[in-house]
């Protein structure tokens, strides 16, 4: 079992940044796809960015392409979520997810993937 819990939401005001984390516990890094997802109300759970299973290889979408970055401490089993440039269609909840499942890179973004999600924080832009 893998237990996720994430941490550093808050309101910012657009162009600003925040960074998010979220420590695994239950088992080590080996083997798991963590990635970051987000909520925004009356949507639907979208796919932010994610590692591959290895940890090598990173993916994002689009419409965060060079403004986030997700990094990981193995040491801490911690991932991270660096969010730059700001806008306030990135308010949302975001969740931290992992999976055990061998994932290709379309199926990575599909949240009926993970079997593993933390509680959620807030992350709220205003213009």
């Known amino acids: 079992q893998v237990q996720l819990v994430e941490s550093g939401g808050g309101l910012v005001q657009a162009g600003g940044s925040l960074r998010l984390s979220c420590a695994a516990s239950?088992?080590?890094?080996?083997?798991?796809?963590m990635g970051w997802f987000r909520q925004a109300p009356g949507k639907e759970r979208e796919f932010v960015a994610r590692?591959?299973?290895?940890?090598?290889?990173?993916y994002y979408a689009d419409s965060v392409k060079g403004r986030f970055t997700i990094s990981r401490d193995n040491a801490k089993n911690t991932v991270y979520l660096q969010m730059n440039s700001l806008k306030p269609e990135d308010t949302a909840v975001y969740y931290c997810a992992a999976t055990l499942r061998v994932i290709t890179t379309a199926q990575g973004m599909d949240v009926s993937r993970y079997d593993y999600w933390g509680q959620g924080t807030q992350v709220t832009v205003s213009s």
């Open positions: 239950g088992r080590t890094f080996s083997g798991l796809a």
């Open positions: 590692f591959s299973r290895s940890g090598g290889m990173t």
